[in-house]
């Protein structure tokens, strides 16, 4: 595993995500049942997820990153938020495209 990815502190990433959820959501006028089609998970783990019920996996979290930080209105956001750091960008091969 690169050096890089051991200092990913993918709890805290996954906790700034969550906060963030519903006002995500709204900026860009999707639905949960939306935004699941779209990322691969039920409404239910969603819900579960954006109430604070149950922890975001990691591979949801990195669904949800890459939708939001594709999307012009939710792209600020997250980089204002600090949920989709450079070592992450540079682990993923994102800013290399």
């Known amino acids: 595993m690169p050096e890089r990815c051991k ?3 993918k709890e805290a990433l996954v906790e700034i995500l969550t906060e963030e959820l519903p006002a995500l959501r709204a ?7 939306e ?10 783990t969603y819900s579960s997820i954006e109430t604070r019920k ?8 990195l669904s949800l990153i890459l939708f939001f930080i594709h999307n012009k209105k939710t792209a600020p956001v997250i980089e204002t938020i600090g949920a989709f750091p450079e070592n992450l960008k540079e682990s993923l091969n994102i800013n290399n495209r």
Do not use: F, H
Not at 35 to 44: D, E, F, H, T, Y
Not at 54 to 61: D, Q
């Open 27 to 33: 900026k860009i006028g999707i639905t949960q049942e």
């Open 7 to 9: 200092e990913i502190n």
């Open 54 to 61: 149950r922890k975001m996996s990691w591979n949801t979290y």
């Open 35 to 44: 935004l699941c089609a779209i990322v691969g998970i039920s409404r239910q």
